[in-house]
């Protein structure tokens, strides 16, 4: 069974278009870090505004969880899911080491402070 089907500390997003399912991804928690996870969009529904709209579900969800952070892991070469995320203050994470290679797979990490939820929860307002 996958790792993420087998953990019950999680939350899975679904975006449907019509009976489609179009986007999936998961926010889980794991030995105390929340962790996003299975990001994915189908490849025709890319570019649309999918995968930024489950991950900012996920960094809801968090907030309203009280979590004090939230983590993912990618590539270092996956510009477009890097591209999703560091727009939102994500950071890179190399844990000991002063850098990370090319082809390490690498932690990012988004501080959920006072400031960062009030102005998230601002933007998220404006656009219902
Ligand atoms: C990464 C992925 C989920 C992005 O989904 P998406 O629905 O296309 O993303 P969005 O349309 O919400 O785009 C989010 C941002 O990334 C940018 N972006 C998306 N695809 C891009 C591309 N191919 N090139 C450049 N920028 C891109 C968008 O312009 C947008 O920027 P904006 O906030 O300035 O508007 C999707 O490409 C995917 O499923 N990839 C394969 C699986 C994967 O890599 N998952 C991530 C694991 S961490």
């Keep these: 069974m996958p790792r993420l089907m087998r953990n ?3 939350t899975y997003f679904a975006a449907y278009f019509n009976d489609i399912l179009v986007g999936h991804s998961a926010l ?3 030995n ?8 994915r969009v189908r490849p025709e ?3 649309k505004g999918i995968g930024k709209k489950l991950t900012e579900i996920r960094v809801n969800c968090a907030i309203s969880q009280k979590a ?3 983590w993912y892991l990618a590539r270092d070469k996956n510009l477009v899911s890097i591209c999703c995320h560091m727009k939102l203050g994500f950071q890179k994470h190399c844990g000991d080491k002063p850098d990370c ?7 990012y990490k988004l501080d959920l402070t006072p400031e960062f939820i009030e102005s998230f ?6 656009k219902v």
Excluded: Y
């Excluded at 105390?32 to 990001?39: S, V």
């Design 8 to 10: 019950t500390d999680a």
């Design 28 to 30: 889980v928690r794991e």
């Design 32 to 39: 105390g870090k929340w962790i996003l996870e299975g990001l």
């Design 45 to 47: 529904f890319r570019e």
């Design 68 to 70: 004090k952070s939230v």
């Design 101 to 107: 290679k090319i082809t390490d797979v690498v932690w």
């Design 121 to 126: 929860s601002k933007k998220n307002l404006q």
